[in-house]
C-alpha cells in the first residue's frame, strides 16, 4: 500500500509531525511518502492520504488549501485524514478544550467540503512567544497562557495507529475499505 504524507508548515513543527506519522505508518504499511504539499507534483498512484497543516488566522496555511482544493477530485477517490496544527493547549487550562473543538469546528465548515474525510485532528504544535505580538504577551501569560512546545506525541501516535489499523484491517481481501479491490492483473 502506497501512503501519502503530505504538509504545509510555516516554523517546522507540523513538518516534524507529519514526517513522525509517516515513519510510524511506515513500519506497518511499508510504502509511505512525506512530502511537503509544494513538492507534491501528482497524487495519482496512492492508495491514501493524510494531509497537514499549521493553522494561522483560523486557516490552514494557502499551500496546504490550493493543494486540497487543487487535488479534491483526485482524493476524495481515495481515504483522507487531515489534521490541524494550532496553538490551543499554550491557552489557559480553562479554555483549552473548547479552543480545540472550536478551531475543529471552524476548519472543517470552511475547508473540506469537497472531500469526505476518514478524520481530522487538531494538535498542537509550538508555539513560542516570539509568535504572539509583544503587548499581548503579558497579557497571555498572566490570564495562564503558556508558550513553548506543545505537541502531545502520545496523542499523535494514539491518532496515527488508528488511521493504521482503519488501513491494514480493512486491506486484506478487498482493498482500502469503500474502494473495490485491485482488479486481477494479467489474463
Ligand atoms: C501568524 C500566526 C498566526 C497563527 N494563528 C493561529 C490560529 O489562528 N489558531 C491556532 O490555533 N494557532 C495559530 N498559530 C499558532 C501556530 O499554528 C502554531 O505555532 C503551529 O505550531 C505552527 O506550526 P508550524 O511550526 O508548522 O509552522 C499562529 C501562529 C502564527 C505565527
Known sequence: MRV??????????????????????????????????????????????????????????????VFFTHNAHELAKRPVWVFSVGMSDALPRLFRKRGAALQQQRLEQSQFQDVELRGHKVFSGVYEAAQMPGPLRVLFRLTGGHFGDLRDWTSIDDWTDDITAQLTGSSEGAGVQGLPPDPPTGA
Open 4 to 65: 501519502l504524507v503530505a504538509y504545509a508548515s510555516a516554523l517546522g513543527s507540523t513538518r516534524e509531525i507529519a514526517q513522525h506519522v509517516a515513519d510510524r505508518m511506515a513500519v506497518a504499511l511499508g510504502e509511505v511518502e512525506c512530502r511537503s504539499v509544494e513538492e507534491v507534483k501528482s497524487v495519482s498512484g496512492y492508495d491514501a492520504f493524510v494531509v497537514g497543516s499549521a493553522i494561522h488566522n483560523q486557516a490552514w496555511l494557502d499551500p496546504a488549501l
